[in-house]
């Protein structure tokens, strides 16, 4: 089976359709590529399916900053317009414009 094309952009600011976080999306990995472990300490109930886009995300929510990785099926864009208060946000990106962020030159590939 073919991986999908990611629904969602680097620099796109998306949020959790289950969980109270957002965050900025910095990496895509086309299916699963984390730890068995990882993935099994998900409750089955839901566990998502490891043959979608992954999402890598600067993330926050009430009460910290964090890296998150995240199934596209779990990820819903951001309507707030706000930017994302993570500290390494601007490490990766240089502007925020409304609902993405631009990467820095220097880290585009």
């Known amino acids: 089976m073919e991986p999908r094309c990611a629904k969602y952009a680097i620099?796109?600011?998306v949020?959790?359709?289950?969980?109270?976080?957002?965050g900025v999306i910095f990496d895509v990995d086309p299916e699963f590529a984390?730890?068995?472990d990882w993935w099994l300490s998900i409750p089955p109930d839901v566990?998502?399916?490891?043959?979608?886009?992954?999402?890598?995300?600067?993330?926050?929510?009430?009460?910290?900053?964090?890296?998150a990785y995240v199934s596209e099926q779990n990820l819903l864009p951001d309507e707030?317009?706000?930017?994302?208060?993570?500290?390494?946000?601007?490490?990766?990106?240089e502007s925020f414009?409304?609902?993405?962020?631009?990467?820095r030159p220097r880290i585009g590939h």
């Open 97 to 103: 414009k409304g609902d993405h962020y631009t990467l």
């Open 47 to 67: 566990r998502p399916h490891k043959d979608q886009p992954f999402y890598h995300l600067l993330a926050e929510n009430q009460e910290s900053a964090y890296v």
């Open 80 to 93: 707030t317009g706000e930017p994302v208060g993570h500290p390494q946000a601007a490490l990766l990106f």
């Open 34 to 36: 984390n730890s068995e």
């Open 11 to 13: 620099g796109q600011v």
């Open 15 to 22: 949020r959790h359709r289950i969980f109270p976080f957002r």
